[in-house]
């Protein structure tokens, strides 16, 4: 029996040590995605894939820097792979994490990167499961900026960029829930008084205000991108884009 117990015991231990390696390596791998250093934060979520395999935060928070390594690609295969890796993650954490907003708003973000990398056919589907996922996210947490973000991008393209794709799903499956210019400009506004530090968002609010034929408004969108501290790769891109549109505007 005394042998028992200490078997017992070292199990516990053993356990206990490989779950504050696992919180470690993710509590690293946070502070690498802060830092904007999404292949250092891949490649650490990864060891703490392999030290506790089905690990849901693990799952989530993988899910997420593929997400953002999408838009780093520019090899289409690439992006397709990553966004696929994403979407997959992705949907295992907002199944085993049903009230988690944050698991929700991340599938329908990798949802939203392959739209444009699979057949009309899957980007109908994927559309809908946009609006759904970032839906179900608001719903848990209204106060998720990348949620709100979400559902601008997704009423800015469906009311302006794509009414064939709009009349298409219609048909195939059945009437959506109305898409707007104002809806878009309203979940733009949140996100940027949620976080006003994002340059993501002031970037594609700018880009939907040029579309919309607002230049007023969208050059002080791009003013402001050139004016915040860049995180991620996507975020000096859009400097250089935001300094080319000042100089056109």
Request: aromatic share 6%; charged share 30%; with cysteine.
């Amino acid at each position: 029996m005394k042998w028992i117990c200490i078997t017992l015991n070292l199990l516990a231990a053993a356990l206990a040590s490989g779950s504050e390696d696992v919180n470690r390596l993710i509590s690293d791998a946070q502070k690498m995605e802060r830092s904007g250093e999404t292949d250092s934060a891949i490649t650490i979520l990864k060891e703490a894939d392999k030290l506790s395999p089905e690990n849901t935060e693990v799952e989530k928070l993988l899910a997420q820097q593929y997400v953002i390594k999408v838009d780093d690609e520019t090899d289409p295969a690439a992006k397709k792979t990553l966004g696929e890796m994403a979407l997959g993650l992705a949907r295992k954490a907002a199944e085993k994490l049903p009230d988690d907003s944050e698991a929700q708003v991340t599938l329908a973000a990798a949802y939203g990167k392959l739209c444009a990398l699979v057949d009309p056919k899957t980007e109908l589907e994927y559309s809908k499961q946009v609006y759904a996922e970032a839906t179900r996210g608001l719903q848990l947490n209204p106060d998720s900026d990348f949620g709100h973000l979400i559902l601008a991008q997704w009423n800015y393209q469906m009311a302006f960029l794509n009414p064939l794709l709009k009349g298409l799903t219609a048909i195939v499956y059945g009437k959506f829930p109305p898409a707007s210019k104002e809806q878009a400009i309203a979940h733009y506004k949140r996100a940027i008084e949620l976080a006003p530090e994002r340059i993501v968002h002031h970037a594609e609010f700018a880009k939907a205000l040029d579309m919309m034929g607002e230049p007023a408004a969208a050059r002080e969108e791009w003013l402001k991108v050139t004016e915040l501290r860049p995180v991620y790769a996507q975020d000096r891109r859009y400097q250089e884009m935001a300094y080319k549109r000042l100089e056109a505007h």
